[in-house]
């Protein structure tokens, strides 16, 4: 099935909250999806922050914490392994790809959220993957 929403990422690490504003604006996204395990107890992009100013503008949150890695601080290829199991066998990461799938095909334009600046180094680019796998059947 053809996506009709764009499938956008951003990594706050170096970046400012104006930064990730102006990058939903430009983009015209609308829903975000957070894909940090944690949200809460950060210095920067806290969920409640982010909650309250995207929904100023029009824009849906979603902290999907079972999209989130909590195998980062092993090793790259570990986490991969790790987190590439997690996301075929955990029913909530499952149906969290399905609801980003959705999205798109109705013509919404997606932003996974996560902190590593470095897609590649990022676990976000496993769901990309994921969605984009789930968006061919």
């Not at 914490?65 to 029913?91: D, I, V």
């Not at 902190?115 to 968006?135: K, N, Q, S, T």
Request: proline share 1%; charged share 40%; aromatic share 10%.
């Amino acid at each position: 099935t053809k996506m009709k929403g764009k499938l956008l990422d951003f990594g706050y690490q170096n970046k400012t909250l104006v930064d990730f504003v102006n990058f939903i604006l430009a983009n015209d996204v609308n829903v975000v999806f957070d894909v940090r395990e944690n949200a809460e107890n950060v210095r920067k992009f806290r969920r409640e922050d982010l909650e309250r100013i995207l929904s100023r503008m029009g824009v849906e949150y979603v902290w999907a914490k079972e999209l989130g890695n909590p195998y980062r601080r092993q090793s790259k290829k570990a986490w991969e392994e790790l987190f590439s199991s997690r996301l075929k066998k955990n029913n909530k990461a499952k149906s969290f790809i399905d609801t980003i799938v959705k999205y798109l095909k109705k013509g919404k334009n997606v932003c996974l959220l996560c902190y590593e600046e470095d897609r590649d180094e990022c676990h976000r680019r496993m769901i990309i993957d994921a969605v984009l796998e789930r968006l061919k059947r």
